[in-house]
């Protein structure tokens, strides 16, 4: 097996990673409130990517813009995670994955022109969007997926800026900030939230195994590792079957079933993420999972 052949098995294993947390966040969400579950969450992903990436010390001109980074990383994962306590883990990965469509408009307000292929992407994600959250009318939203479609343009925001500070400080200095960033702020807020619920279940224990130690830590090395040798592309479209992989778990697991207009809107968001990735250059990937 060839090291690219390798590297393309382990992004589509890392991929299937991050779909299955969205399952996986679901189940441990009947036994701890978001904020305690992201406090530990990151703070253990965090020491263990500190452990892996920063062992030879981080550069103090990071330091700023990883905070930066890893306050809009814990807005969306915030609203992700707030939002899945009230939506499906299907619905829930594909309006994620929206942000990857959301990039390109974000730059177009910055100046940068955008190609053919991610203004129809866009419209495909669009469109996608309006079937997958309005099923049945404005009055017929659901809170999980509003909340789910701000922490989308929060990763989005996320998305850009890690483009920008990559360019002038390594990623292996930037990426343990922002992870600990992200558990720091969710232990500060704490207070601010009277609904604290942290039950150390079995189920509880393996989603923190699985989303710090699998989904954040291993994940992000081997990501690292991986697109040296992969072509963007094909990362693209990998990473693109991150929703597929997190609808296939949650029918596996408890079920869920997509019905009509679920299934042609997560298909069109699909479509649009493809379509704006590989023909509209890929953009930095965000932290998953």
Known sequence: MSVRTKAEALLVLVTFIWGSTFVIVKGALADASPLPFLAVRFSLAGLLLWAAMGRNGIARKALAPGGVLGVFLFLGYLFQTWGLTMTTPSKSAFITGFSIILVPLLMLFAGTRMRSANI???????????????????????????????????????????GKYTRRHSFQHLVPVQILVVGLLAAIGLPLFPSFELHWTGRLI???????????????????????????????????????????????????????????????????????????????SPVEG
């Open 120 to 162: 129809l992407g866009a419209l495909l994600g669009l469109l996608g969007l309006y079937f997958l959250v309005l099923p049945s009318g404005l009055a017929m939203v659901n809170r999980g997926d509003t909340l789910t479609l701000m922490g989308a343009v929060s990763f989005a925001v996320h998305i850009v800026l890690v």
């Open 206 to 284: 393996a989603a923190l195994v699985v989303t710090a130690v699998l989904a954040t830590g291993f994940a992000f090395t081997v990501q690292n590792w991986a697109q040296q040798y992969t072509p963007p592309a094909h990362t693209a479209v990998i990473f693109a079957l991150e929703p597929v992989f997190a609808a296939l778990s949650s029918w596996a697991v408890v079920g869920e079933r997509l019905g009509g207009k679920v299934l042609l809107g997560s298909g069109l968001i699909l479509c649009g993420m493809i379509v704006s990735e590989i023909w509209g250059g890929s953009a930095p």
